[in-house]
């Protein structure tokens, strides 16, 4: 048995706390929201979040975060990826030496183009820190549907570690040294499904649908290898694993905001509609400026940051993206 504190009571946050209690595990979960933690100690569920999913008896929440980091042997750091930095900060005082933290946040900071674990090794120098990322919606996890993840981390003994501890029979997960693969996969995926909800929008069919999935791993793995991810990585959980459920799934924000966008309605009315973080919208221009650093073709990536800050129309993007230049697929095999 473990002690840990999950940091952040989102739908993730509340979805891992309720898979780690019942693998035997003593869960602390902390929120910046007094009338969440109100609403948790006294309903056991999050009822905007994740309704449905009955939370342990013995499950603890608080707003204390030096109680929720102290004396834990793991901690997870679930709030969204623009939260990451502040919260990773406030952290920074209760954490010990050596502490092991994993993040299950998804997302590249648009100012610096940092990955988030570099976030959290820049702001809590004195941790260790490992990922945890995969094709899992929180309302599945929470349901005990069956899930596999990947973790990653520098020393495959910390990786270890976590497999032990979040895995079960319905939660299966692979250990991995490539934590840049990883973070680029989770982080990038945001930004394609965006396209694929503006396809499913626009009324269009699987056949889009495959497309943009396809061509949207090349994108990103084409930028993720030249930063020094691992090519296998991109084929594996984290690569297309996650972009085929984020594409297709209806848990998905970020498709559900780029249907909303297909249906002609705005980024910003889309983003209120949807009530929720869309981390995809923040990534795109951290994506956008990452192609022009590292000097990758992302055509997917353009088009989503036009339609998004430029005010261009989902339809024309997508003539625009079907008349490219005519290209042979893997340019390579003909060398
Ligand atoms: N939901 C999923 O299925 C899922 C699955 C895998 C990974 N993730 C990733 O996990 C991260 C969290 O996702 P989520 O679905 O839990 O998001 P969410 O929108 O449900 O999280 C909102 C929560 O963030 C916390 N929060 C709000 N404002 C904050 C602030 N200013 N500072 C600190 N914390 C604050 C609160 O606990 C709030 O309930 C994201 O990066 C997401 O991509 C989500």
Redesign the pocket.
């Known amino acids: 048995m473990a002690k840990i504190g999950v940091i952040?009571?989102?739908?993730?946050?509340?979805?891992l706390a309720w898979l780690l209690m019942n693998n035997g595990h003593e869960v602390t979960v902390w929120?910046?929201?007094e009338s969440?933690i109100e609403m948790l100690k006294a309903n056991h569920e999050?009822k905007?979040?994740l309704p449905g999913v009955k939370l342990q008896d013995d499950m603890q929440f608080t707003t204390d975060l030096e109680g929720a980091c102290k004396d834990k042997d793991l901690l997870v750091l679930?709030?969204?990826?623009i939260?990451?930095r502040?919260?990773a900060a406030s952290m920074k005082n209760f954490v010990k030496e050596g502490q092991l933290i994993t993040s299950?946040?998804?997302?590249i900071e648009e100012k610096t183009l940092m990955r988030l674990s570099e976030i959290i090794e820049q702001e809590i120098p004195q941790s260790v820190v490992t990922v945890l990322?995969g094709p899992?919606?929180?309302?599945e996890?929470g349901r005990g549907l069956p899930t596999i993840c990947a973790v990653g981390a520098k020393k495959k003994a910390d990786a270890e570690f976590v497999q032990n501890i979040f895995s079960s029979k319905v939660f299966r997960v692979y250990t991995t040294p490539d934590m840049l693969g990883m973070e680029l996969g989770?982080a990038l995926k945001?930004v394609v499904a965006l396209a694929a909800g503006m396809a499913d929008g626009m009324g269009f069919g699987d056949n889009t649908k495959a497309a943009l999935i396809t061509r949207g791993m090349a994108e990103i793995s084409r930028l993720g290898i030249a930063m020094g991810g691992h090519a296998a990585t991109f084929s594996g959980l984290t690569g297309i694993g996650d972009l085929i459920v984020t594409c297709a799934s209806r848990?998905s924000?970020n498709r559900m905001a780029g249907f909303l966008m297909g249906q002609g309605k705005s980024a910003d009315e889309a983003m209120t509609e949807v009530k929720?973080?869309v981390?995809g919208v923040y990534c795109a221009k951290a994506a956008e400026k990452l192609a022009e650093k590292y000097n990758v073709e992302m055509p997917i990536v353009k088009e989503v940051n036009e339609i998004l800050f430029n005010n261009k129309s989902p339809r024309e993007s997508l003539t625009d993206l079907m008349m490219r230049d005519r290209k042979s697929e893997i340019g390579d095999l003909w060398t």
């Open positions: 952040g009571a989102g739908s993730w946050g509340i979805a929120s910046v929201i969440e999050h905007d979040k679930a709030v969204p990826s939260y990451t502040s919260t299950v946040a998804k997302g990322c899992s919606h929180a309302e996890v989770a945001n848990h924000r929720m973080v981390e």
